[in-house]
């Protein structure tokens, strides 16, 4: 459980560097524990996969984890890093 | 049902002596959840609506009995967490620790329980008396997804019941788990979350420092207490801080970070992040042990809605659509229902001054009170038109789709997309765009969006727009109108910016939204949703305006016209009738006379008033931004309501009721003041705040402070700006 950070060996990226329609797994969250725990309690946790269901440009980014759609606003698109998720 | 609860308490004498005759239950749920849909189920129309003490977050409570038992259910507000994080989430975690409600009913999405059981978790560590509601069970069935509910609540420790709130299924069931387990509540199996080693140590070293180093008594279970301080929260580390003195609370302080940096060393992750992995782990599972067939999140029908409600290019149009059909629905078809109100408080007016005949009683009930409380109580319609416009696109869904639309621009200056919504509505009328004010979280950003809705032009400030600028620009007075409407949009960005970084500094709430499933809202919902709103709307601002309108009518009514003063008038009126009846003047002529006469005595009233005398005082105070006293008298009784700044200054240049329309009363405006003038009070019209009922709403949503603070600031705002604007043009021209 505690393993969870850059096991995967491929580029972390951030959110805000993610491409739609492409599935990410969350790496880590940079940020206090407040951001943390808002995150968290809203299944952004490591190793969870998501899916960038939409970018618009410049504005926030809906992404779907653990059968939600959520919202993201730009600034939190810089604290969330993530690795590419190739799916089989 | 009473005679089984008679036989039963012959039977045992202990057992009815032991049986409370009342139950607290609370509903606690993530938003989204259908919590609302079950406590509507539950109880029906006996609800209750308030405020939690301090916050503006509502309180909706119900009754109901069952089985010879006094229920009493609470509505605890949709938290995805019970971390200090939010309101909401610090009003849930409070009532169940401090008010502890004999059983605690959490309504779980069963389409999506691995989400939904998150806060689970966190129920059962406040050990709770915990029934879970599998709502939208139906979506399971379909599905084809089996569950072992019984494997699943021996898990967690809390009964299931399955629920449809939407189709009323499932009621009374869970009605009668919550009695059975309220019955059972000592033998109940506790469970507990483990948080893995690092995390455990770290916790049974805390817990044992508190209470075998410290010896500190808190009302609070120690291992939850250990959890909630490794997991940095705020609240209660506040609250640790108010019951230690200074020496002790350093020294946990310290003993707690250290922790913290242990664990951060040797598993590289922040406590936080673990202790939410366990939890999630948890969660997982246990609905591995407990579930055949994983329900599978595929791309649904909103997903397919979403590419086009949130399309890059079509979203904007659509949301200016649907936003510009809803200020037709409220402005356009509301006024019908306005009108008629109206007509109704202008009717029984006219039928209570025929009853009562003239006298002071019936001025006060008429011009005061019916004036007053009806002026405001006509909006009802309107509100509640928008309160339903609300409800729908709350409960569709398509509110937070808004928010998302609007984030980017709002971003701009300096707040999120869900402050787009009251905004505009400010510019019907400010008082229901105070209270839509309530969607937004976080209290800085509702703060600042409260305070810059002032300067959205609203409704009332309409006809004084259409006097000054008909008076003075002809031909564009559209244009000078729209000048204004864009003035105060600056303003709103500019102080944005400005109340940003004095006032409310920190950035603004990050923002993270969940986009729900669309769904299709029921009516009765709706209804509900509306109806407790305008409710609070008719009660409290009703209350306040009472007050308010006395006293105004006490102003403007005090010191009385004595009867020498009366007399010149009344000999005028004499005069005339007698014309009339020699027939030297028509009957035209008569009432033209009659209606000058009172217009004349009018004007003399206002003088003779503390109102009157009020604007003469202040004249020094409006002389430099080249207002005269009769424009001093009409902002003060504008604060009672914009609209009423033309009636008043009607009344000034005794113009009389039947003339307000005509051009005479332009043409007086023209011939006193300059266009300089007339603009310039159309600015300062603008920036102050609009008017008493807005203050008493902006008090009830934010407290007096903040009300203060609005009414202040917009006086000092349109005082600087309307003295610049004057003392610079003198001086350029």
């Keep these: 459980m505690y393993s969870s950070n850059v096991s995967d060996s491929s580029r972390v990226i951030l959110l805000s560097q993610s491409e739609q329609n492409k599935d990410y797994r969350v790496v880590r969250i940079i940020g206090g524990s407040v951001l943390q725990s808002r995150l968290h309690s809203m299944g952004i946790v490591p190793d969870e996969i998501l899916r960038v269901v939409l970018k618009t440009g410049g504005g926030p980014i809906a992404i779907a984890i653990k059968g939600v759609r959520i919202a993201l606003g730009r600034g939190i698109s810089h604290k969330i890093e993530l690795t590419e998720q190739i799916s089989k | 049902m009473t005679i089984s609860i008679k036989k039963k308490n012959k039977s045992s004498y202990y057992e009815k002596f032991q049986d409370k005759r009342e139950i607290t239950i609370a509903i606690a ?150 009695l059975k387990s309220v019955k059972e509540k000592n033998n109940k199996k506790k469970v507990r979350i483990s948080y893995g080693d690092e995390l455990e140590n770290e916790i049974t070293r805390i817990s044992g420092y508190i209470e075998s180093d410290l010896k500190l008594l808190t009302k609070y279970d120690i291992r939850w207490l250990s959890v909630k301080l490794l997991e940095q929260d705020q609240s209660i580390m506040d609250e640790l801080e108010s019951i230690t003195d200074s020496e002790n609370h350093k020294k946990i302080t310290s003993f707690i970070e250290n922790s ?84 109704g408080f202008d009717k029984l007016g006219s039928l209570i001054s025929g009853a009562m005949g003239p006298g002071l009683l019936q001025s006060l009930i008429v011009d005061g009170i019916i004036g007053g409380v009806g002026g405001v109580l006509v909006f009802t319609p309107k509100i509640m038109l928008l ?25 701009g200056i ?53 006097l000054f600028a008909g008076a003075f620009f002809g031909r564009y007075a559209g244009n000078v109108i729209f000048s204004i409407y864009i003035i105060g949009i600056l303003m709103a960005v500019a102080f944005a910016k400005i109340l940003r970084v ?79 009846e020699d027939s030297s003047i028509s009957s035209g002529q008569l009432s033209e006379i009659e209606s000058q006469i009172d217009a004349g005595l009018g004007a003399l009233k ?67 003041y300059s266009p300089l003038i007339g603009y310039n009070f159309m600015i300062f019209s603008l920036l102050y705040f609009p ?14 402070k903040e009300m203060l603070f609005q009414a202040l600031f917009t006086l000092g705002l349109a005082w600087v700006v309307s003295l610049i604007i004057y003392q610079a043009s003198r001086l350029f021209s």
């Design chain 2, 691 to 704: 008017c008493i009922a807005s203050l008493a709403v902006f008090r009830r949503e934010a407290g007096t």
């Design chain 2, 260 to 343: 913290i940096k242990h664990i951060k060393n040797i598993t590289g992750t922040e406590p936080v992040t673990l202790i939410a992995e366990a939890r999630y782990g948890f969660v997982n599972g246990a609905l591995k042990e407990s579930i055949k067939k994983a329900p599978e999140h595929k791309i649904t029908l909103s997903d397919r809605i979403d590419s086009v409600l949130l399309n890059r290019y079509l979203g904007l149009p659509i949301f200016a659509l649907i936003m510009w059909g809803i200020f037709q629905l409220v402005f356009k078809l509301g006024d019908y229902p306005t009108r008629w109100l109206q007509i």
């Design chain 2, 502 to 580: 004095t006032r409310f500094k920190g950035e603004s709430e990050p923002f993270v939204m969940e986009l729900p499933v669309y769904r299709l809202p029921t009516f009765k919902g709706i209804l509900m949703h509306m109806w407790e709103r305008t409710w609070l709307y008719i009660k409290k601002a009703g209350t306040v305006i009472l007050a308010i309108s006395i006293i105004v009518w006490i102003l403007f009514t005090f010191p009385q016209v004595t009867a020498a003063e009366k007399q010149p008038f009344q000999d005028r009126l004499a005069l005339a009738r007698q014309q009339y």
């Design chain 2, 29 to 178: 749920g993530i938003p989204n959840s259908g919590k609302t849909t079950i406590f509507n189920n539950l109880t029906g129309a006996r609800q209750h609506v308030g405020n939690y003490p301090g916050v503006t977050v509502e309180q909706k409570s119900g009754e109901l009995n069952f089985r010879g038992y006094r229920m009493q259910v609470i509505d605890l507000p949709g938290a995805y967490s019970l971390t200090a994080y939010s309101a909401e989430e610090v009003i849930t975690r409070d009532y169940i620790m401090k008010q502890k409600p004999d059983a605690v009913i959490n309504v779980v999405d069963a389409s999506n329980l691995a989400r939904n059981l998150y806060l689970t978790t966190q129920l059962i560590e406040m050990d709770t008396n915990l029934v879970i509601a599998f709502n939208m069970s139906d979506i399971l069935q379909k599905e084809g997804i089996k569950i072992d509910t019984i494997l699943l609540s021996q898990l967690l420790g809390a009964s299931i019941v399955n629920t449809v709130g939407s189709k009323n299924t499932g009621t009374t069931e869970l009605l009668e788990i919550v």
């Design chain 2, 606 to 672: 206002l003088e003779k008033s503390a109102a009157g005398k009020l604007g003469h005082f202040l004249e020094p105070v409006f002389k430099p931004l080249g207002f005269d006293w009769r424009l001093a008298i009409a902002s003060i009784a504008g604060i009672a309501g914009k609209e009423v700044v033309v009636s008043t200054l009607g009344t000034i240049f005794s113009i009389s009721d039947s003339d307000r329309n005509s051009g005479e009363f332009m043409g007086a405006i023209k011939n006193t």
């Design chain 2, 387 to 411: 309160f339903i416009s609300i409800a729908v696109l709350e409960d569709t869904g398509y509110m937070s789709r808004a928010a998302f639309i609007m984030d980017r621009i709002m971003h």
């Design chain 2, 414 to 466: 300096g707040l999120h997309g869900k402050s787009f919504v009251p905004m505009l509505i400010g510019f019907g009328c400010t008082v229901p765009a105070y209270m839509c004010g309530r969607t937004l979280e976080n209290k800085n950003d509702r703060l600042i969006t409260m305070h810059i809705n002032t300067f959205m032009s609203c409704g009332g400030r309409l006809p004084i727009y259409i």
